[in-house]
């Protein structure tokens, strides 16, 4: 369950995935809208309390879910749903394996749309199907503050070189490049249906970076970045989450990145493997060690 806002009006949905036994699917959206609602509850008023107690009624629609050609089916046909982030009048449930489903929940007659991610940032090497879990901790999908003034919708992307799912970069089969894309409109303001595409924004190696950190022991060049956020302030600053695999209970840090000037801004621990274990930390670190998709 999720909630959208502009200005004084506001909305809260959610949005399921029907499948049927012959492959089609289409979409189940429940969404509480205040500005209509207030007109029915007027309504009702008038004419006397209809079980609802005086309380706004949802709305309960089932709608087609706009895609390209059987492969976009087909993930659509396979959706989890890992996140749900609000972007101008949209909600977007995320799916790290797949995509996106873009939903215009403020509008009375709302549409669904399914936007892939860019192809070219797959993070599990061609005939590896086993990634559940592991492209949570290898994408990222933030909202940032825009050149223009407005929001942005980011896609950050960590690619590994040497094909293993988790854990430190194997020796000597190189290091992971860094991604991040843009969601785009390619219609206007007065278009009735958005059109969404990702811009790309950069790629960057791995070598780049630890380059402008040679000598500290802070940032292993054999652990890779983890977890991508874009900074909500500064769509060219990004924050990761590292993981030392050499202990049992393991450390974390955040590490910052300036990716404009490919420095990196501060490595910060933030779980401090055993040492937490008898500080103000020790409930959070029994039940989580290192979080459990790391495990």
Known sequence: MEWRRRGEEFAVA????LRTASGRVKARLCVLRSAISSSKDEDEAEDGDHGGGGRRPWDIMELPIVYDGDEERCDIFYWTT?????????LCWVDYDRGMLLCD????????????????SSIIPTGRRSR????????????????????????????RHDGKLLGSLEQGRGGYTITCHT???????????????????FAIASDEILRSFEGAPEL???????????????PSVMHF?????????????????????KIVLSVVPYVNGEEDLSGEDADMEEEEPGMSVLN
Not at 82 to 90: S, Y
């Open 14 to 17: 959610e949005l399921q995935v």
């Open 82 to 90: 890992d996140a749900v982030i609000a972007f101008q009048d949209h």
């Open 105 to 120: 929940v403020l509008r009375t007659s709302p549409r669904v749309a399914f936007l892939r991610f860019p192809l070219d």
């Open 132 to 159: 559940r879990n592991f492209s949570q901790v290898y994408r990222g999908v933030s909202v940032t503050t825009a050149a223009t003034g407005g929001a942005a919708l980011k896609f950050a992307d960590v690619s």
């Open 183 to 201: 969601l785009r409109s390619t219609l206007g303001a007065a278009a009735i249906d958005d059109e969404w595409s990702w811009s790309k924004d």
């Open 220 to 234: 292993e060049p054999r652990e890779v970045l983890l977890f991508p956020t874009v900074s909500m302030d500064t």
């Open 241 to 261: 989450l590292t993981c030392d695999y050499d202990r049992m209970i393991r450390k974390m840090s955040v590490v910052t990145i300036d990716i404009a000037s």
